[in-house]
């Protein structure tokens, strides 16, 4: 079974600019959650989607948004990007069963804002 | 507040060698404690998972243990290899409903093993 995929895996932008980043959870499980790792933070809590449904949010602003498809796929998107955005951005999927309650992590998208 | 520490925040060994890594947590009410290692450039990978009632849980190498009294967790690799060079991250989930912003991740130690 493949596992988790994020495209792209390293991106270069400006403050300002505008960010979109994918991941394709592993086939089969329908939660994806995102996280933010930074070397000071270690990961933060974004948000979890669940059947193209938000169920949960992590405590970052408004510029950070995402959505889910009808196919799990997810998009994470940053606007009007801040030097403090810089960070690896992860991604991660699961059944979201209580008693498996396992999370399997893509490589992340290392983002670079300068 | 719900915090999880991590110490050392670094560790360099020697091949062959043993180590131990702590972990401690505030987390309240106590659902699970999971231990990721981390590879340079990829995504975190379960090493073991504990809940409340379990003190010893071993994968291979890799021995976790867990006083729920004290609220502390250690993990303790053996015989170690250079693949084991990684950063090793803790996370405990909060109980309740369930949901992922539950979870709280320690900064992780970075562990080097030289031959």
């Known amino acids: 079974k493949a596992g988790v995929t994020q495209t792209p895996r390293y991106l270069i932008k400006t403050r300002g600019q505008q960010v979109t980043l994918s991941c394709s959870p592993i086939?089969?499980?329908?939660?994806v959650s995102w996280y933010q790792q930074t070397p000071g933070q270690g990961l933060q809590f974004l948000f979890e989607?669940?059947?193209?449904?938000?169920?949960n949010k992590g405590n970052f602003p408004g510029r950070f948004s995402g959505r889910q498809f009808s196919n799990s796929r997810s998009e994470m998107n940053v606007s009007t990007l801040e030097l403090g955005d810089s960070a690896l951005y992860l991604c991660?999927?699961?059944?979201?069963?209580?008693?498996?309650?396992?999370?399997?992590f893509g490589p992340g998208t290392r983002l670079t804002v300068l | 507040k719900n915090q999880v520490e991590q110490s050392p925040q670094s560790l360099i060994i020697l091949e062959g060698k043993n180590c131990t890594l702590q972990?401690?947590?505030?987390?309240?009410?106590?659902?699970?404690l999971r231990w990721y290692k981390q590879d340079t450039g990829r995504g975190p990978v379960s090493l073991t998972i504990?809940?409340?009632?379990?003190n010893t849980k071993s994968n291979g190498r890799y021995t976790a243990t867990l006083d729920a009294d004290t609220k502390q967790s250690s993990l303790h690799i053996t015989a170690s290899q250079l693949s084991d060079s990684a950063s090793y991250i803790c996370?405990?989930?909060?109980?309740?409903?369930?949901?992922?912003?539950?979870?709280?991740f320690g900064t992780g130690t970075r562990l080097t093993i030289i031959p």
């Open positions: 991660a999927s699961s059944t979201r069963d209580r008693n498996t309650d396992t999370q399997y």
């Open positions: 086939s089969g499980h329908r939660s």
């Open positions: 989607y669940f059947s193209e449904t938000q169920r």
């Open positions: 972990c401690n947590y505030t987390v309240s009410p106590f659902s699970n």
């Open positions: 504990m809940t409340f009632s379990e």
């Open positions: 996370v405990v989930r909060r109980g309740g409903n369930f949901g992922n912003e539950k979870l709280t």
